[in-house]
């Protein structure tokens, strides 16, 4: 056996400052657009006075009555600068828990309406209404949240100033429904601020962008328009206003997991004399996902041994440089937050290494080695200071990793499977800790093995222990007619029956000690399966 992997602690701690500098709250009330020193467009929220919309598409309550609705689009395709001709509506509510989203898409037509239903996060050649959230209001950041005519939803973040760079790993829990009919569809979207990270404060300022993509007509419009040629998304966006008094949240999400698996192989694709597999491979676990917000700014992620077994594995590539490949992240717990271990400039933290696969290798005739190093835990605190400085700082420890090896015993296996038996036998009944005389063998160990005493004579078990000590798997006590099995001779009784590995490194430790019949008991279970069958292989050779 040979260790190729300890323990891996990882401890990354950044600060970024944030390449736009928050503005001062006199500033924000007046702050101008970047094309002409123009005010900003300013959008209303409206707080719920009695009882919260019911998210099923139809905006008939009450509340959708009162809000602020506005219908400023102007389209950037086909005909820029012109309004849509399919005009939208858009209005915006809030309660101490969520924000609000109400739509009216019209349309020329029912049949122009697309609502091809595909999976979240994929809009297709759908209809599709999105909305974008500047939350901190640096005009560099964003939240969108999107839902085609067919209600499919769609969440990414965009990480800096450009309407097209898209991290879509986010995934936030929030609602939306749509509701289609002749001359249009409506829509409801309900957005918990638990899933936002904001600056906290009486009266909130928070910039907002709505883009309507009707595919039928290639008709594009926004609420505020970006110039064709032109990069910026957050830099340009509109007001939205009227959000105050939100009350903190403390954030707390929970997920637990159990999940199991099991390999069954067919003996004619192993090697049977592999001592570490067995045809079979089962495995079971357990785990926990925690998410708790410190305040409206920071976010604490934490996790116990994560299972990663549903991510997508990453695309087959062959490197024929002497440079490291670097996949792409695609665990959610190192996605979320990512923005904040990334710079403008050389890569400093490259998550994949926490968790990889254990470097190094052993020598031997078989070889186990864990496939990925196993994560015990890992916690990381993200967010952004209301000064405008990004922080992030992550933590995780591994388990140490442990490669088993296994030889072959040249000349022995089909030559003296009775020896083999006998070996097999002596190990799995624990004739060790005071060694062994023939006597044992015909009056102790006969029995266990089904044998009258008679059945095997001194001639045949002189002639077995010859052939043991030959390959020197045992050897005689000094001064006594006892024997005792060597290290050598554990080995390869381990390896004839390849029985339990995980469960006989625990009982073969001790072996040697005073016998502990609760832990030796699932070893010897498992070998007596094999010497059953080695007996009879000794028998017919015989």
């Given at each position: 056996?040979?260790?190729?992997?300890?323990?891996?602690?990882?401890?990354?701690?950044?600060?970024?400052a944030?390449?736009?500098?928050?503005?001062?709250?006199?500033?924000?009330?007046?702050?101008?657009?970047?094309?002409?020193?123009?005010d900003?467009?300013?959008?209303?929220?409206?707080?719920?006075?009695?009882?919260?919309?019911?998210?099923?598409?139809?905006?008939?309550?009450?509340?959708?009555?009162s809000?602020?609705?506005?219908?400023?689009?102007?389209?950037?395709?086909?005909?820029?600068?012109?309004?849509?001709k399919?005009?939208?509506e858009?209005a915006?509510l809030?309660?101490?828990?969520a924000?609000?989203?109400?739509v009216?898409?019209?349309?020329?037509?029912?049949?122009i309406?697309?609502?091809?239903?595909?999976?979240?996060?994929?809009m297709?050649?759908?209809?599709?209404l999105?909305?974008?959230?500047?939350?901190?209001l640096d005009?560099r950041?964003?939240?969108?949240?999107?839902?085609?005519?067919?209600?499919?939803?769609?969440d990414?973040?965009?990480?800096?100033?450009?309407?097209?760079?898209?991290?879509?790993?986010?995934?936030?829990v929030?609602?939306?429904?749509?509701?289609?009919?002749?001359?249009?569809?409506?829509?409801?979207?309900?957005?918990?601020f638990?899933?936002?990270?904001?600056?906290?404060?009486?009266d909130?300022?928070?910039?907002?962008?709505?883009?309507?993509?009707?595919?039928?007509?290639?008709?594009?419009?926004?609420?505020?328009l970006?110039?064709?040629?032109?990069?910026?998304?957050?830099?340009?966006?509109?007001?939205l206003?009227?959000?105050?008094?939100?009350?903190?949240?403390?954030?707390?999400e929970v997920?637990?997991?159990?999940a199991?698996?099991?390999?069954?192989?067919?003996?004619?694709?192993?090697?049977?004399?592999?001592?570490?597999?067995?045809?079979?491979?089962?495995?079971?676990?357990?785990?926990?996902?925690?998410?708790m917000?410190?305040?409206?700014?920071?976010?604490l992620?934490?996790?116990?041994?994560p299972?990663?077994?549903?991510?997508?594995?990453?695309?087959?590539e062959?490197?024929?440089t002497?440079?490291?490949?670097?996949f792409?992240?695609?665990?959610p717990?190192?996605?979320?937050?990512?923005?904040?271990?990334?710079?403008?400039?050389?890569?400093?933290f490259?998550?994949?290494?926490?968790?990889?696969?254990?470097h190094?290798?052993a020598?031997?005739?078989?070889?186990?080695?864990?496939?990925?190093?196993?994560?015990l835990?890992?916690?990381?605190?993200?967010?952004?200071?209301?000064?405008?400085l990004?922080?992030?700082?992550?933590?995780?420890?591994?388990?140490?990793?442990?490669?088993d090896?296994?030889?072959?015993?040249?000349?022995?296996?089909?030559?003296d499977?009775?020896?083999?038996?006998?070996?097999s036998a002596?190990?799995?009944?624990?004739?060790?800790?005071?060694?062994?005389?023939?006597?044992d063998?015909?009056?102790?160990?006969?029995?266990?093995?089904?044998?009258?005493?008679?059945?095997?004579?001194?001639?045949q078990?002189?002639?077995?222990?010859?052939?043991?000590?030959?390959?020197?798997l045992?050897?005689?006590?000094?001064?006594?007619?006892?024997?005792?099995?060597?290290?050598?001779g554990?080995?390869h009784?381990?390896?004839?029956?390849?029985?339990?590995?995980r469960l006989?490194?625990t009982?073969?430790?001790?072996?040697?000690g005073?016998?502990?019949?609760?832990?030796?008991r699932?070893?010897?279970?498992?070998?007596?399966?094999?010497?059953?069958?080695?007996?009879?292989?000794?028998?017919l050779?015989?």
């Amino acid at each position: 056996m040979r260790s190729i992997a300890t323990n891996i602690l990882v401890l990354t701690f950044s600060v970024v400052a944030v390449g736009v500098a928050q503005p001062s709250q006199d500033v924000a009330q007046t702050s101008s657009s970047p094309d002409g020193g123009r005010d900003r467009l300013t959008v209303e929220a409206v707080r719920v006075r009695n009882g919260t919309p019911e998210i099923d598409g139809r905006l008939d309550e009450e509340a959708w009555q009162s809000a602020r609705w506005i219908d400023d689009f102007h389209q950037k395709e086909p005909d820029y600068g012109q309004d849509p001709k399919n005009p939208t509506e858009i209005a915006f509510l809030f309660d101490d828990g969520a924000l609000y989203v109400g739509v009216r898409a019209h349309s020329q037509s029912r049949e122009i309406i697309n609502d091809l239903m595909t999976r979240r996060d994929e809009m297709g050649n759908g209809e599709v209404l999105v909305v974008s959230l500047d939350t901190y209001l640096d005009r560099r950041t964003a939240y969108t949240f999107g839902v085609t005519a067919a209600g499919v939803r769609i969440d990414y973040f965009h990480p800096i100033d450009h309407e097209y760079e898209r991290d879509m790993t986010f995934d936030p829990v929030w609602e939306a429904e749509t509701e289609i009919g002749e001359s249009g569809w409506t829509a409801e979207m309900r957005i918990p601020f638990s899933q936002l990270r904001f600056n906290g404060g009486e009266d909130l300022r928070w910039g907002v962008n709505i883009n309507r993509w009707v595919p039928s007509v290639n008709e594009d419009s926004y609420l505020v328009l970006i110039p064709r040629g032109e990069a910026g998304w957050s830099s340009r966006m509109a007001d939205l206003v009227g959000l105050e008094s939100i009350p903190s949240s403390r954030r707390i999400e929970v997920m637990p997991y159990v999940a199991s698996s099991a390999t069954f192989t067919s003996e004619a694709l192993f090697d049977q004399d592999d001592p570490f597999r067995d045809g079979s491979d089962m495995d079971a676990r357990l785990g926990l996902d925690f998410k708790m917000g410190l305040g409206p700014n920071l976010t604490l992620d934490a996790t116990l041994n994560p299972d990663f077994g549903q991510v997508e594995a990453d695309p087959a590539e062959v490197n024929l440089t002497a440079f490291e490949t670097f996949f792409e992240e695609r665990r959610p717990f190192f996605t979320a937050g990512q923005d904040h271990f990334e710079t403008n400039g050389p890569t400093f933290f490259y998550s994949r290494r926490v968790g990889a696969s254990p470097h190094g290798q052993a020598d031997g005739d078989f070889v186990d080695t864990p496939r990925t190093t196993t994560i015990l835990g890992a916690a990381k605190l993200t967010g952004r200071l209301q000064s405008g400085l990004s922080v992030g700082a992550l933590a995780a420890i591994t388990d140490p990793i442990t490669t088993d090896t296994g030889q072959r015993v040249p000349g022995l296996r089909f030559t003296d499977p009775r020896a083999q038996a006998l070996l097999s036998a002596i190990c799995a009944f624990r004739l060790l800790p005071r060694g062994f005389a023939h006597r044992d063998l015909r009056y102790h160990l006969a029995p266990q093995l089904g044998l009258r005493p008679e059945d095997m004579t001194s001639g045949q078990i002189t002639y077995d222990l010859r052939r043991l000590r030959l390959h020197g798997l045992i050897d005689r006590i000094p001064h006594t007619h006892r024997y005792r099995v060597t290290d050598l001779g554990l080995r390869h009784a381990l390896f004839l029956t390849r029985a339990h590995n995980r469960l006989l490194r625990t009982g073969l430790a001790e072996i040697h000690g005073p016998p502990v019949p609760t832990k030796l008991r699932a070893a010897a279970t498992a070998y007596e399966h094999a010497i059953n069958d080695l007996t009879r292989a000794a028998q017919l050779a015989a």
